[in-house]
């Protein structure tokens, strides 16, 4: 029989002479060109701000979105005698009367709007810089661990280098444009948006970004949902806030845009705001999104970028690097991300791009669910291009929004849990009132989509949909409620479970 003591004891003497482990080396994400679409672009977040960057040469472009900014108003429709319709429902598929239930149910169960309005972006930020000679030596990459994204090139001997993060901690995107010699950055920069916004460009290196949502009703407005998607009107204002920092050179105000010339670096600075409240789960016409803005770009602009970039990365870092993965020596970290995927589809053995991928999705879901923001990730996380996104971005409790957060806890993300519990908790609260008007019930429901504004009424993109998706699906919010209490399991906080969680699965129970 083998010693267990003596084994443990061998154990613990090599671990005591081993020499520290060495940290490795940060996962990072290159390519040797820029992004030709949006899916190539590198994402960077902070739970409330995303930015997808392209790495463009003669034109740098950053697309824009803000957690929050989502289009349409609180609906929360349901037809009359709810309850008794289901029963009937229920009597006829118990019956084997499947096609008379369905009937009845499309006719009795649904009603306009079936669905809701999309998330939207908030924009573009553009940096031109013109045709200024061939590009060589070519790179761009985002650091996993850092938090930062790079791009660097050289033309005729001079070395250019942009850098960029969104700041957690500052709560903006933080970009620097530098270059190896002097005087050699000269950028146009500019906000874009295709409705709803305008732009001023003002002295002082400042630009202004403010809007309102205008939603049209159909058939004069674009609708994807056959059963409607709300009431037309002015809906959620947001603002847009810009700021750029130069060493050397100048800056101007030139149309709605801002010139630098012959600068030796520029720093700029943007945050963004809505007027959403999530604890009314609506529009707080109270908030003054500029306001904010502009109180939160001042703040960031009173330091330097090595202390926007210094505490931004040692917040970033706390967080992401509790958790390393190694299959190995990494022998392809040479060659760029994109050629390492082809190889992989072609068969070829990678192990350590699959450890990049973990980490890479660890990346997404600290970079669209912390503390600035206040909403869960979304279907796309908090990054989407589209006025009127995949199945508008939303919330869909019926399993995409708990896959979101099966990793928090076990890959040590715990934080991330905490703008999806806000979240819950109103929501729940809203399903208090749908439980009472559809059932007659105690508790709290909710079914299989919804949105930043709370709708706990059957949803889907049409009559069919919302009846056999929605209605037919009415304990979506009691699974999702089972994510809190995962969370309680495995963090043991009782503080947690006695304010939050407990009182939504209680509901749901109830139910």
């Known amino acids: 029989m083998r010693n267990p003591t003596l084994n443990l004891l061998f154990v613990l003497a090599v671990l005591l002479v081993s020499p520290p482990f060495a940290h490795p080396a940060d996962d990072i994400l290159w390519y040797d060109q820029p992004a030709e679409t949006w899916t190539e672009a590198l994402p960077l977040g902070n739970g409330r701000i995303g930015a997808m960057v392209f790495g463009g040469i003669e034109e740098e472009r950053l697309q824009l979105n803000e957690e929050s900014l989502w289009a349409g108003e609180p609906v929360d429709a349901y037809p009359d005698h709810y309850l008794e319709t289901l029963k009937e429902v229920q009597r006829l598929t118990f019956s084997g009367e499947t096609q008379s239930a369905r009937e009845l149910g499309l006719r009795e169960m649904t009603k306009s709007p079936t669905s809701f309005r999309s998330y939207e972006p908030l924009g573009d930020l553009v940096i031109e810089s013109g045709p200024n000679g061939k590009a060589g030596d070519y790179r761009r990459e985002l650091s996993l661990n850092a938090g930062v994204n790079t791009t ?49 460009a003002l002295e002082g290196g400042l630009l202004q970004m403010d809007g309102q949502i205008v939603d049209v009703a159909p058939p004069e407005g674009y609708d994807d949902n056959p059963g409607g998607s709300g009431p037309g009107g002015e809906h959620m204002r947001f603002a847009g ?45 109270g908030i003054d999104p500029g306001r904010v803005a502009d109180d939160i770009l001042g703040k960031a602009a009173s330091k330097s970028w090595s202390e926007l970039r210094s505490d931004h ?59 600035p ?9 908090v990054w989407n291009k589209d006025m009127w996104a995949a199945w508008e971005a939303d919330y869909h409790l019926n399993i995409n929004l708990q896959m ?13 849990m905490g703008p999806l519990t806000g979240w819950l908790i109103g929501l729940s609260q809203r399903g208090e009132s749908t439980a009472e008007r559809l059932y007659g019930a105690q508790g709290w429901v909710a079914f299989h989509a919804t949105n930043p504004f709370g709708r706990t009424t059957p949803s889907g993109s049409n009559l069919e949909s919302q009846f056999q998706n929605g209605a037919l699906d009415p304990l979506a919010g009691a699974w999702m409620a089972l994510t809190l209490w995962r969370h309680y399991e495995f963090t043991r906080d009782k503080d947690f479970l006695e304010h939050n969680a407990y009182p939504v699965l209680k509901g749901a129970a109830e139910f």
Request: net charge negative; with cysteine; proline share 3%.
């Open 152 to 200: 660097r090139y050289a033309v005729d001997g001079v070395e250019h280098a942009r850098e960029a993060f969104v700041s957690a901690v500052d709560d903006v995107l933080a970009l620097r444009i530098s270059a190896s010699k002097p005087g050699q950055v000269n950028v146009r920069i500019s906000l874009r948006r295709e409705k709803d916004m305008t732009v001023k």
């Open 241 to 285: 806030r810009l700021l750029v920092k130069t060493v050397g050179g100048s800056v101007r105000a030139e149309g709605e845009s801002l010139v630098i010339s012959d600068a030796d670096e520029a720093v700029l600075l943007f945050t963004a705001a809505t007027d959403y409240s999530l604890e009314k789960m609506t529009f707080d016409r």
């Open 313 to 371: 990365e040692a917040d970033h870092r706390a967080m992401f690097e509790r958790v390393s993965l190694s299959f190995g020596e990494d022998s392809q970290k040479d060659r760029p991300t994109n050629e390492r995927l082809a190889r992989l589809q072609r068969g070829e053995e990678d192990p350590a791009l699959a450890a990049l991928y973990f980490q890479y999705g660890r990346f997404l879901l600290m970079g669209s669910s912390r503390s």
């Open 373 to 381: 923001g206040c909403l869960p990730a979304n279907l796309q996380g």
């Open 404 to 416: 979101n957060y099966w990793p928090a806890d076990l890959c040590n993300l715990s934080e991330t």
